[in-house]
C-alpha cells in the first residue's frame, strides 16, 4: 500500500469510526472495494494502529500505561485495582459495553506515571483508589 494510499486509508477509518465508535466488517469491505486492497491488506493496516477498534468498543476507553517507568511507580496495582472494580481483563469490554479495558506500552508522560488515560483526558501519577474514584463517576 502506498504511503498517499494509507493517508487516504487513515482519514477514511477515522470517519468510519467517529460514526460507528468501532469499523465493522461491511466498512472494511468497502474500504478495500474503494483503495483496491485486499480486505486482509486494510486489517492490517487497522490492526497496526491501537486507536482503531475492528469489533465495538465501551463508552469510555480506559488505557493503562504499562511502560518500564510506569511499571516502575506501580503501574501494576493500579491495573489491579481497576480490573477488580471493572470485572476485566486487559483486552476485554463490559457486557453493559460501558468500559473497554487496554494496557498501552507508553502514553507519553513517563515522568508523570502511573498514568491511565479515560477517553481523551490524561490522569498522572495516579493510584490505585484515584482510578478507582474516576471510574465511579462515569457510571
Do not use: W
Not at 111 to 128: A, F, N, Y
Amino acid at each position: 500500500m502506498q504511503k498517499e494510499d494509507t493517508d487516504i486509508l487513515l482519514e477514511m477509518a477515522h470517519d468510519i469510526q467517529d460514526t460507528y465508535g468501532y469499523i465493522p466488517e461491511k466498512e472494511i469491505a468497502e474500504l478495500a472495494e474503494k483503495l483496491s486492497e485486499s480486505r486482509a491488506t486494510i486489517y492490517g493496516a487497522l490492526e497496526f494502529y491501537s486507536m482503531f477498534y475492528t469489533e465495538p468498543t465501551g463508552k469510555y476507553i480506559i488505557r493503562i500505561c504499562d511502560s518500564i517507568s510506569c511499571y516502575m511507580n506501580n503501574s501494576n496495582e493500579v491495573l489491579e485495582a481497576v480490573q477488580d472494580y471493572l470485572k476485566l481483563e486487559a483486552g476485554e469490554t463490559s457486557d453493559d459495553k460501558l468500559f473497554t479495558l487496554e494496557v498501552v506500552e507508553c502514553l507519553g508522560h513517563c515522568g508523570e506515571g502511573p498514568v491511565m488515560m479515560v477517553d481523551d483526558r490524561l490522569h498522572t501519577q495516579i493510584s490505585p483508589g484515584r482510578a478507582v474514584e474516576i471510574l465511579s463517576k462515569l457510571h
